[in-house]
């Protein structure tokens, strides 16, 4: 039996596996010494946050001194699975020099989500270092994929152990056709939502750049639909604007391209397209510099959001003067 419940927090409704408000409020990235809560109508006590527990139901008012005044709102949050984030990039782990310049690049890329892939333990050195040695995985979200699965029956295979070793049900989906292109086997990809979505999976999924394939996604469990801008590793930026913004004006869910970003004006491609974030790895990892490349793509999707919400101007077959031609002299 599942363990969510729906809750009432500030007004609108969210999912969430926590069992207290204390669980609640570590999940929305708040810091308990800075809110108070009122659970129910009452006051929670700040020392009985841990104690509390939530039913189904439950409305909660959470609240934070601001400054006065009527400053502009910059909340600007997306949501997916009912989780709330802040930064619209999510970041690799892969290919990096060592751990510790892979941990430096997210701090960099001020990134609040990570692949991770699931390989087996080195059991001959148990010791040697580990990812969660660099990246806590109570800091930041780890977000296990299926990188390097072929089959339908793979991929769920690995989330399911993901799951077992972590806890971890938000997780991202891949099944590749074949090594050479590494595209998605969309047939073996929708078989492995539906599966993932039936046992209590968010799966967030990697698809081709097709606008029916990602309905059907979305239909069989998909949270987030994830379509390819470019091949995988290829650097090649989005190749076809078109598909990715005919995806973004017909989901439901969230839309983040997947792949194939090269540098910082591909991130602001993705972003002025409408689509509510960018995963990328080898494009900061193999970057001469990945600490200034991760700098950088965090304010290309920064500025790219900033571009597709403020509405760009129409485009002109001809020139139009910014300054008026009458009254020259």
């Not at 700040?46 to 909660?60: I, M, Q, Y």
């Not at 270092?129 to 990246?135: E, G, S």
């Not at 602001?268 to 509510?276: I, W």
Request: aromatic fraction near 4%.
């Amino acid at each position: 039996m599942s363990d969510t419940k729906t809750l009432t927090v500030n007004g609108d409704s969210r999912t969430t596996s926590a069992a207290t408000i204390a669980q609640l409020v570590q999940e929305l990235g708040l810091a308990p010494e800075k809110v108070a809560v009122e659970h129910n109508g009452v006051i929670a006590p700040r020392s009985t946050l841990a104690d509390v527990e939530l039913g189904e139901g439950d409305s909660l008012e959470i609240v934070h001194f601001v400054g006065g005044g009527d400053a502009a709102q910059d909340d600007d949050t997306w949501s997916v699975a009912g989780r709330t984030f802040t930064s619209r990039l999510i970041v690799g782990t892969g290919k990096y020099k060592d751990f510790e310049q892979n941990a430096a690049a997210l701090k960099a890329s001020g990134a609040e989500i990570v692949t991770v892939a699931v390989r087996r333990v080195n059991v001959s050195d148990p010791g040697a270092p580990m990812l969660t040695d660099f990246i806590d995985p109570k800091e930041t979200t780890y977000l296990p994929n299926t990188a390097g699965c072929f089959t339908a029956d793979d991929a769920i295979r690995t989330l399911r152990l993901a799951r077992e070793a972590g806890g971890w049900d938000l997780v991202k989906l891949e099944v590749l056709g074949e090594a050479r292109t590494l595209y998605p086997d969309m047939r073996e990809t929708l078989k492995a939502t539906e599966v993932l979505a039936k046992e209590g999976f968010h799966p967030m999924v990697y698809c081709a750049d097709d606008p029916i394939a990602a309905q059907q996604l979305e239909e069989a469990g998909a949270v987030a639909i994830m379509p390819l801008g470019a091949p995988i590793g290829s650097g090649l930026g989005i190749q076809n604007r078109v598909t990715i913004r005919l995806i973004v004006e017909g989901a439901k869910v969230p839309v983040l391209v997947d792949a194939g970003v090269g540098t910082a004006s591909d991130a602001a491609v993705a972003m002025e397209l409408g689509c509510d974030g960018v995963l990328m790895n080898t494009a900061i990892a193999e970057a001469k510099d990945p600490i200034r490349m991760a700098r950088a793509m965090k304010l290309a999707v920064e500025a790219g959001r900033d571009a597709y919400l403020a509405g760009r101007m129409a485009t002109r077959k001809y020139a139009d003067p910014s300054s008026p031609l009458a009254g020259l002299i």
